[in-house]
Nanobody, 115 residues
């Protein structure tokens, strides 16, 4: 059974930082590309950051130079370090694992950026 445990969300002031974690089980983690998506109220879910099984990364233009995705295959965990947070970053953040023939989603964690 595939299971993700996401953590690290919360309320932060503009300019602050948060680190999201997503611990996966039930998949051969090192073989999966991992991503963080977000969905704000009334908006479509969008890709924030992506990391391949080989460690190559890609980011949405809106978060480049502020966010960093990383993975620890020994811990089956993917991280999203978020710096210089803005109110527009407020959303539910979802972890995603994409394999050759399947993909899986975490339950989401709320990030709210507000003064």
């Amino acid at each position: 059974q595939v299971q993700f445990v996401e953590s690290g969300g919360g309320l932060v002031r503009p300019g602050g930082s948060l680190r999201l974690s997503c611990a996966a089980s039930g998949i051969w983690f090192r073989m999966y590309a991992m991503g963080w998506y977000r969905q704000a109220p009334g908006k479509q879910r969008e890709l924030v950051a992506h990391i391949t099984s080989g460690g190559s990364t890609d980011y949405a233009d809106s978060v480049k130079d502020r966010f960093a995705i990383s993975r620890d295959n020994a811990k089956n965990t993917v991280y999203l370090q978020m710096n210089s947070l803005k109110p527009d970053d407020t959303a539910v953040y979802y972890c995603n694992a994409a394999g050759r023939n399947d993909q899986h989603w975490g339950q989401g964690t709320q990030v709210t950026v507000s003064s």
